[in-house]
């Protein structure tokens, strides 16, 4: 790795080209800007610079964040030597910043924006390694673990329908108040006497007291404290201590998120009420309710890693293997065991609303079995189905930044759940987890080291020694710390689709700094299936991926 | 998928498909060598800079002749300071 060397000039002309990225993008995209030009030359032209173009220097072209740049430089074995940044205007008619042909593939679109193509080259299916380039700096991580209000992503995550509450939490008119940590934001949420949920801030706005301990009677959560009382927006409607011809309460308003109760879950939307997306429209919402199971399970960890250890479907060979075999909801199919087998490759493409993710593993001589998992944005997925076993699904909703409630949803879009599958997953088999009563937190959790049994693990009843996949997801996802820190890990072609997912999203969190609307808000991105099948070693994986992913009503889905 | 990362060098790029040719088929090796073979050439097509440009180029190599450059350290300081102050005017 060479040293980097910048001039004084190219300093100063780095700075008048961040201040105008500012001005044009605001100041968090010229942060990413300037994040990404550093990342370039330190990680890549330190390490490969290009051929100078003549004797004496080089010439990079490249677009951040949609901002097509050259940078000027030269080098020895010892020295990078940055003289100059030149943005890459279309006036220069070598370097079109729009048709920058990289002859890999062809020609790229940069003013369509960095897409699948310009992240991966086209000509080839599969890669061997995943560079260092794809580790991501501290600014990056940060950007895309924080979703407190204001954060980009946490934005980003505010304009989509996020599951909040079971249903069952709230089961009648007038029931207790419902505390709920959502994107950083204390809440709470009620039914009222009409059955109409509310999910508001949770202090009262006279002085400060949770209404958790309020009174949820005749329309309205009354606080305690001295009787003010709230309807499901959010609005006052009782100040007892000022006379009603006042109007005083009129001019008292929680902050509130409308909500949408479907499939079993209460969603709420927390983003601008003109950006309000269409209802939610997942397989599993649709299903009569007997199709359906839903459980929730908090995990001490920040929503991003849990939502990695969805996407990444090796760890399943791994620490989830001896259970695939003995899981009551698993074992006996052939998909288990077919995933026995280690040496996964992927193929990953681009869907309307994420991604799809197929896993490659040897089955018979000449064939091949794909267990297909959706990522749908911002923080679903869905697991490939074990034969007629029911569909599985998680959203790894951020609490706070250092907290995610991970949703489970269990389906079958052709039958009913029989009662020993609901018996099963209410005691934790399958991808659910066994919780202590009253709460959400596991029972095997940080605090008793997940019940790790060491015989267990010697004896290879399980990998890990933790008992239950869920839990054993958990236990591994929160003993990385509360936020991973992604600076030095070191990925490899496994994590394609991890750093795929990455950068979706970030696109994703830029697009909508600039105006865009985020992906996958539409019906027809959500009304997707995993799948899992074996296909002959020459068949498209792609069209029976697309194929597989259909969801026809009342029809089983594609599984073995 | 081949890691394309959408800030690598083409030469990065060259140098990892090839560091991974052995592991290909046959067909395959034809046409990623076909791929690097065209990306072999110079890095960019000659660029149109102005005048200003020019003379900004040859202060930047006088920078370097009178040691008016900044180390990485230098460097990284002076633009968290240039950040700062940029982010705390007014939008």
Redesign the interface.
């Known amino acids: 790795m060479r040293?980097?060397?910048?001039?004084?000039?190219?300093?100063a002309?780095?700075?008048a080209f961040?201040?105008q990225s500012?001005e044009t993008f605001?100041?968090a995209v010229?942060?990413r800007t300037?994040a990404?030009i550093?990342?370039?030359i330190?990680?890549?032209?330190a390490?490969?610079?290009?051929?100078?173009?003549d004797d004496r220097?080089?010439?990079?072209?490249?677009?951040?964040l949609r901002t097509p740049f050259?940078l000027?430089y030269d080098f020895d074995e010892e020295e990078l030597?940055v003289?100059?940044i030149?943005p890459a205007r279309a006036d220069?008619?070598?370097?079109d910043p729009t048709t920058v042909e990289?002859?890999?593939?062809g020609a790229v679109d940069f003013a369509a924006g960095?897409t699948a193509d310009?992240?991966?080259?086209?000509?080839?299916?599969?890669?061997?390694?995943?560079?260092e380039?794809?580790m991501i700096t501290q600014e990056q991580n940060s950007f895309l673990t924080e979703t407190g209000p204001g954060a980009l992503t946490g934005e980003l995550f505010r304009r989509y329908w996020i599951p909040a509450l079971l249903a069952e939490e709230l089961p009648e008119p007038d029931c207790p108040p419902v505390r709920v940590r959502l994107l950083s934001e204390r809440l709470i949420a009620f039914r009222d006497s009409a059955g109409r949920v509310g999910l508001m801030d949770e202090f009262c706005a006279h002085r400060g007291i949770s209404l958790w301990f309020g009174r949820n009677e005749e329309g309205g959560l009354r606080c305690p404290y001295h009787g003010w009382k709230y309807d499901v927006t959010g609005q006052c409607i009782d100040v007892p201590s000022e006379p009603e011809e006042s109007g005083y309460c009129r001019k008292i308003k929680l902050r509130s998120y409308p909500c949408i109760e479907a499939g079993g879950a209460i969603f709420a939307y927390m983003g601008p009420p003109a950006e309000m997306p269409p209802p939610p429209a997942f397989e599993w919402v649709g299903l009569p309710s007997a199709h359906v199971y839903l459980s929730k399970r908090w995990q001490e960890c920040n929503y991003l890693q849990a939502m990695e250890g969805g996407i990444d479907s090796s760890h399943v060979s791994f620490l989830h293997r001896y259970d695939l075999d003995r899981d009551p909801l698993h074992r006996n199919t052939g998909g288990a065991k077919l995933t026995r087998r280690t040496d996964t490759a992927?193929?990953?493409f681009e869907s309307t609303g994420g991604l799809l993710i197929g896993a490659r593993r040897p089955a018979d001589p000449g064939r091949c079995y794909w267990r297909v998992t959706q990522w749908l944005m911002p923080f679903y997925t869905l697991i490939p189905p074990y034969q007629d076993n029911a569909l599985n699904g998680h959203a790894f909703v951020p609490m706070d930044d250092r907290n995610c409630m991970v949703w489970t949803m269990t389906f079958h879009p052709a039958r009913p759940l029989g009662g020993i599958e609901l018996e099963l997953m209410q005691h934790g088999a399958g991808v659910h987890a066994e919780l202590i009563a009253g709460t959400f937190q596991p029972l095997a959790n940080r605090g008793n080291d997940y019940l790790i049994d060491r015989a267990a693990q010697a004896g290879n009843l399980t990998f890990s020694g933790v008992r239950g996949i869920a839990i054993q997801d958990a236990a591994i996802q929160e003993s990385i710390g509360p936020i991973q820190d992604r600076t030095v890990e070191n990925p490899v072609?496994t994590d394609?689709a991890i750093?795929m997912a990455r950068a979706r999203l970030s696109m994703a969190v830029e697009a909508l700094a600039k105006g865009g609307r985020p992906p996958g808000l539409e019906p027809d991105a959500q009304h997707v299936r995993a799948s899992a099948f074996v296909l002959d070693e020459d068949a498209s994986f792609r069209e029976a991926a697309l194929n597989a992913a259909k969801v026809r009503k009342s029809e089983p889905h594609v599984a073995v | 998928v081949l890691c394309y990362v959408f800030d690598m060098t083409r030469t990065e790029a060259i140098a990892i498909i090839t560091a991974k040719l052995a592991a290909l088929d046959d067909e395959r090796v034809i046409t990623v060598a076909d791929i690097v073979q065209d990306m072999v050439g110079p890095a960019a097509p000659a660029l149109n800079l102005t005048d200003e440009e020019r003379a900004a180029i040859q202060r930047s190599k006088e920078d370097f002749k009178a040691g008016r450059t900044y180390s990485s350290d230098q460097y990284h300081t002076e633009m968290t300071a240039f950040m700062t102050e940029l982010k705390s005017k007014p939008q």
């Open positions: 040293r980097v060397v910048r001039s004084r000039t190219y300093v002309q780095l700075k961040i201040e500012t605001g100041p010229a942060e300037l990404r550093d990342h370039t330190e990680q890549h032209l390490r490969y610079p290009n051929k100078p173009i220097l080089g010439v990079y072209t490249y677009a951040a050259v000027i030597r003289h100059f030149v220069r008619t070598s370097i990289w002859k890999l593939g960095p310009t992240v991966r080259g086209r000509g080839l299916e599969r890669a061997s390694i995943v560079p380039s794809t992927f193929e990953i072609s394609n750093i």
